[in-house]
């Protein structure tokens, strides 16, 4: 199976400031790479697919980058209501899907 | 536009199967290419893959919980379900339907149900 690690596993930021979360796969999935945004009691909702391509709709201060087995999502200008948990999520080893353990992100 | 509604009992006992329904509204199951999946998230925790079935009835299953699972459709009700046997504590999670959309070589999770919370308890 392969296996998706985030790090860091929580992380504080200001309002303004330029956020980083990386996902790392256990074995090359080229770039087949989602990133999902989970608020609480929500259901999650995707951000980026591909790894780098912004879903319809999304802010464009959200992006993605990577392939292989090394991924980066970026929130460029952190918003309040960006305060959520982020998940990577694997789609090369089909018909097995694997998430990572997510990055809650808070307001310093 | 598609949406999704899980519906089940919230407490299950253990060594009991965990039994679940995700009614589809706003479109029809058979229509387009899609797989119709089951996630679960325990409490402050991360999201866990269950299984997903094609309108033909084809399953695939976290091999993890592979021998546990069934994942079933039925089309004129709109429906697919999911049952779990043998459960356990470790089975006490928050659980998602959601269409597996696939375009091409992409594939992602879109919509989600809202999630409904089984507790597995004596």
């Known amino acids: 199976d392969i296996q998706m690690t985030q790090s860091p596993s929580s992380l504080s930021a200001s309002v303004g400031d330029r956020v980083t979360i990386t996902c790392q796969a256990s074995q090359d999935i080229s770039n087949y790479l989602n990133w999902y945004q989970q608020k609480p009691g929500k259901a999650p909702k995707l951000l980026i697919y591909?790894?780098?391509n912004l879903e319809t709709g999304v802010p464009s201060r959200f992006s993605g980058s990577g392939s292989g087995t090394d991924f980066t999502f970026t929130i460029s200008s952190l918003q309040p209501e960006d305060i959520a948990t982020y998940y990577c999520q694997q789609y090369d080893n089909l018909p097995m899907y694997t998430f990572g353990q997510g990055t809650k992100l808070e307001i310093k | 536009q598609v949406q999704l509604q899980e519906s089940g009992p919230g407490l299950v006992k253990p060594s009991q199967t965990l039994s679940l329904t995700c009614t589809v509204s706003g479109g029809s199951i058979s229509s387009g290419s899609y797989y119709w999946s089951w996630i679960r998230q325990p409490a402050g925790k991360g999201l866990e893959w269950i299984g997903r079935?094609?309108?033909?009835?084809?399953?695939n299953y976290n091999p993890s919980l592979k021998s546990r699972v069934t994942i079933s459709v039925d089309t004129s009700k709109n429906q697919f379900s999911l049952k779990l046997s043998s459960v356990t504590a470790a089975d006490t999670a928050v659980y998602y339907c959601?269409?597996?959309?696939?375009?091409?070589?992409?594939?992602?999770?879109?919509?989600w149900g809202q999630g409904t919370l089984v507790t597995v308890s004596s």
């Open positions: 079935i094609y309108t033909s009835g084809s399953t």
């Open positions: 959601a269409r597996d959309r696939i375009t091409g070589t992409t594939h992602w999770f879109d919509p």
């Open positions: 591909d790894a780098s």
